[in-house]
């Protein structure tokens, strides 16, 4: 019997474990070090930015998108349990009117956050996504999507940052990264607005 069938899968199941305890790894260096932390955007401005956001109006959101990186980005149709991209919000409750939301891409590919009402009784990351791994953005109320800009774009760049501007109602609202394959990596979070 050729041995090299045998070994064949132990050594893929071999290469997943490694590329899984890598990826862990480095979440939590990352978490150790406060890239994922509300601090983060200060952080990431130290390590020399490509841009900074104006002094924004209203109250600012400080958003944080990312992603474990080339090669560590397997997230696959259905995949919710194994986030392997992330979209934080601090604080992730504000007064209503004027908000802004200030978004840093620490990641290694370009993100987006775009802003969508959230339904009663729907929690976030549960909206269908269609054939090219996208949720509708029907009734969406703007989006962070320009490298070193305001409003609407074609994602932010590794190393940059986008923001917008909002007036929002009270109510709950999902921040989603729309780029096809993201949403359903874990690229979601909930932003509550109160009275």
């Known amino acids: ?28 260096l990352l978490a150790g070090t406060g ?22 109006p209203g109250k ?3 958003v ?17 349990g194994m986030r392997t991209m992330r979209l934080a919000a601090r604080p992730a409750t504000v007064s209503a009117g004027a908000v802004s939301l200030q978004v840093v ?12 009402p959230l339904p009663s009784g729907q929690g976030v990351g549960e909206r269908p996504t269609g054939p090219g791994g996208k949720v509708n953005e029907a009734g969406s109320l703007g ?5 070193c800009g305001t ?19 009270p109510g709950r609202y999902e921040l989603v990264c729309n780029l096809p394959g993201h949403y359903l990596a874990g690229m ?8």
């Open 143 to 147: 989006e962070a999507s320009r490298t």
């Open 1 to 28: 019997m050729n041995t090299d069938r045998r070994c064949g899968p132990w050594l893929i199941i071999a290469g997943v474990v490694a590329a899984l305890v890598l990826g862990i790894a480095t979440t939590m």
């Open 151 to 169: 409003g609407e774009g074609h994602g932010i760049t590794p190393g940059a940052m986008g923001w917008t501007t909002l007036t929002l109602r």
């Open 60 to 62: 600012v959101v400080d």
């Open 64 to 80: 944080t998108v990312s992603d474990m990186g080339p090669g560590m980005m397997g997230g696959t149709p259905g995949g919710h």
């Open 35 to 56: 890239t994922l932390r509300h601090g983060a955007p200060a952080a990431w401005r130290a390590q020399g930015a490509r841009c900074s956001a104006p002094a924004l």
């Open 105 to 116: 891409n620490t990641g290694a590919t370009a993100h987006e956050v775009v802003v969508l």
């Open 188 to 195: 979601y979070t909930e932003l509550d607005i109160s009275r």
